[in-house]
Nanobody, 116 residues
Framework: QVQLVESGGGLVQPGGSLRLSCLAS????????MSWYRQSPGKERELVAS????????NYADSVKGRFTISRDNAKNTVYLRMNSLKPEDTAVYYC?????????WGQGTQVTVSS
């Protein structure tokens, strides 16, 4: 079965950095684009970044452009989100998502808290 397992979240001070990882299994990872989403309390889940199956195309939410970088390693079945210059408003649970034959799959999420 499809599994997505995020890791790398934590508490970081404003201006700091984190790298999130999402390990995928149960499907042929290199065939599918991947995305990172986030959700803050009281807000809808929003798209943060997406990457094509070979990594040649990436897209970002305006709020994270220039600060976040999405990448993938198809040999390791892993997608990453490098987050720099973190702000308190980046505090959220971060999820990775796969769309496989029109079905949506989500990981369990990893908490990122940006606070001094």
């Amino acid at each position: 079965q499809v599994q997505l397992v995020e890791s790398g979240g934590g508490l970081v001070q404003p201006g700091g950095s984190l790298r999130l990882s999402c390990l995928a299994s149960g499907f042929t990872f290199r065939y599918y684009g991947m995305s990172w989403y986030r959700q803050s309390p009281g807000k809808e889940r929003e798209l943060v970044a997406s990457i094509s199956r070979l990594g040649e195309t990436t897209n970002y939410a305006d709020s994270v452009k220039g600060r976040f970088t999405i990448s993938r390693d198809n040999a390791k079945n892993t997608v990453y989100l490098r987050m720099n210059s973190l702000k308190p408003e980046d505090t959220a649970v971060y999820y990775c998502r796969a769309v496989i034959t029109l079905d949506l799959y989500w990981g369990q999420g990893t908490q990122v808290t940006v606070s001094s």
